[in-house]
């Protein structure tokens, strides 16, 4: 665990120059700030890379799913999506299977670069959440899919602009690394029907509670579909179906209602900071909060909150810079402290992933 404290505490150093100056209402130059931002995650880069049998998904590739696809037993892409096959061989030719993992997070480094760069207001507290919502850690061992969240934060600034065709593109891209990432394709026809008033927080609020009292049903149209889907059948009625996350649900909770809170008080004052961004973030934290409290019905549940939460990673920024009262900013900035260490603590406690001992190719 030492080695993850080490990087985060580097990496957050690196980066600190920019939340320094912007304290003392001073700026860096762009160029400079977003150098810092490249270096500072240049150091989990590393961390990854000389990584040895950490993650479950390291073993499980190195020992079947690697070999499975350079024999050439997987060419219908039924157990590995194409675009990871791709990093699957150029790894290969390099002469190593560490060549895979090291390709692996540089792509998820990449897109997680240039979405802060883009769309964060704040690149240090971006930089922290990219470590405590559990982004970084969990990202050892669901590589695949974590290359697919990264290009689908990444997307979001298509939701932004209201192109569809780039966005399009983003979310084939990140559904050919992980076939799940199709579940956040929906999100750019949500947002147009979306809240823009108290009404819709309203609305949101309530139908909380209203899909847990449906969920039999909601579980019947779950299965019904994953029929489908030969990859996603092998989950229903395994170990990973009905299973529910209480510290995910808690998490998820607790960043909905606090974006509510800071909304509807930055609304009541009639102006709100960067509306189109906050309420597009909103929006799918609060898919992320409606999948979690429903991940006792769906097959592998956890997998599909993962790729709607880590959006956090720009929306608590957003959060924070809203023209609210210093009294509500400090008991919101403290519950987001309290509940992104819980969820670390969690994560570490359980050993998720099976991402400790750390281990090295040196040891």
Same mark, same amino acid.
């Given at each position: ?18 939340? /320094? ?7 860096? !130059? ?57 990093? $699957? ?43 405590? @919502? ?6 050892? =061992? ?14 979001? =600034?298509?939701?932004?602009?209201? =192109? ?58 779950? /299965? ?8 996603? @059948? ?17 998490? =998820? ?6 974006? /509510?809170? $800071?909304?509807? %008080? ?9 509306? !189109? ?11 992320? @909060? ?9 097959? !592998?549940?956890?997998? $599909? ?26 008991? %919101? ?10 969820? %670390? ?19």
């Amino acid at each position: 665990m030492g080695v993850y404290a080490l990087t985060a505490l580097l990496s957050l150093l690196i980066i600190s120059p920019v939340k /320094v100056l912007s304290y003392c209402n001073k700026k860096l !130059n762009k160029p400079i700030e977003n150098v810092l931002l490249l270096t500072s995650l240049f150091v989990p880069l590393l961390t990854a890379s000389f990584r040895y049998n950490v993650g479950t998904d390291f073993k499980v590739y190195s020992s079947y799913q690697i070999p499975y696809v350079l024999n050439g037993f997987d060419k219908q892409f039924k157990l590995i999506e194409p675009l990871y096959q791709l990093v $699957i061989k150029l790894g290969n030719f390099f002469g190593s299977y560490q060549w895979i993992f090291v390709f692996t997070h540089l792509i998820i480094i990449l897109f997680i670069f240039f979405a802060i760069k883009k769309l964060s207001v704040d690149y240090f507290l971006s930089v922290l959440l990219f470590y405590v @919502t559990g982004f970084y850690f969990l990202s050892l =061992n669901g590589m695949r899919q974590f290359i697919a969240i990264s290009v689908l934060i990444f997307s979001i =600034n298509y939701i932004y602009e209201k =192109n569809f065709f780039k966005f399009f593109i983003c979310s084939i891209i990140a559904v050919a690394f992980h076939k799940s990432a199709v579940v956040f394709l929906p999100i750019y026809f949500f947002n147009k029907v979306s809240f823009r008033n108290k009404k819709g927080i309203f609305f949101m609020i309530i139908s909380l509670p209203i899909f847990i009292i449906f969920s039999n049903v909601l579980r019947q149209i779950i /299965v019904y579909f994953a029929s489908f889907i030969d990859r996603y @059948t092998i989950y229903i009625g395994s170990q990973r179906d009905g299973i529910a996350n209480n510290w995910l649900i808690l998490l =998820n909770v607790v960043i909905l209602l606090i974006s /509510v809170t $800071i909304y509807l %008080c930055a609304f009541s004052k009639g102006e709100i900071v960067k509306k !189109n961004q906050f309420e597009t973030l909103v929006l799918i934290q609060y898919i992320a @909060t409606v999948t979690s409290l429903l991940t006792f019905i769906i097959p !592998n549940g956890n997998r $599909i909150v993962f790729n709607f939460m880590f959006s956090q990673i720009l929306l608590i920024p957003i959060l924070l810079k809203q023209n609210i009262s210093k009294k509500t900013r400090i008991i %919101c900035f403290i519950l987001v402290c309290c509940v992104y260490y819980l969820y %670390c603590r969690f994560i570490f406690m359980y050993n998720a992933g099976e991402i400790l001992p750390y281990s090295s190719w040196f040891s």
